[in-house]
């Protein structure tokens, strides 16, 4: 069992930046690959970025790229996706996902966090 408590989300405007955190239970950490997702209302869940065990392999939604970084410190049980350059449609809540397939952005992805609302105002 892995628990995720997302935190970092808030009010920003457009050209800023924020950093979520999502800190996990369990020893086990570093053999789940993590990922956000994000939902804006009246849309579907959408995968944002993902991190391999290790940290060595990433991906990342092509409308995101140059703009967020994922990372995670395996030594705290955290992953973090730092978010510049923010514009109004990042608006969302945003989730941190887990799943034990060492390959970003492959699901599916069994644990998932509480989220935690983005607003990008114009």
């Known amino acids: 069992q892995v628990q995720l408590v997302e935190s970092g989300g808030g009010l920003v405007q457009a050209g800023g930046s924020l950093r979520l955190s999502c800190a996990a239970s369990?020893?086990?950490?570093?053999?789940?690959?993590m990922a956000w997702f994000r939902q804006a209302p009246g849309k579907e869940r959408d995968l944002v970025a993902g991190?391999?065990?290790?940290?060595?392999?990433?991906y990342y939604k092509d409308s995101v790229k140059g703009r967020f970084t994922i990372s995670r410190d395996n030594a705290k049980n955290t992953v973090y996706l730092q978010m510049d350059s923010l514009k109004p449609e990042d608006t969302a809540v945003y989730y941190c996902?887990?799943?034990?397939?060492?390959?970003?952005?492959?699901?599916?992805?069994?644990?998932w966090g509480q989220g935690t609302q983005v607003t990008v105002s114009s």
């Open positions: 991190i391999s065990w290790s940290g060595g392999n990433t």
């Open positions: 369990g020893r086990t950490f570093s053999r789940y690959a």
């Open positions: 996902a887990a799943t034990p397939r060492d390959s970003p952005g492959a699901g599916p992805y069994d644990y």
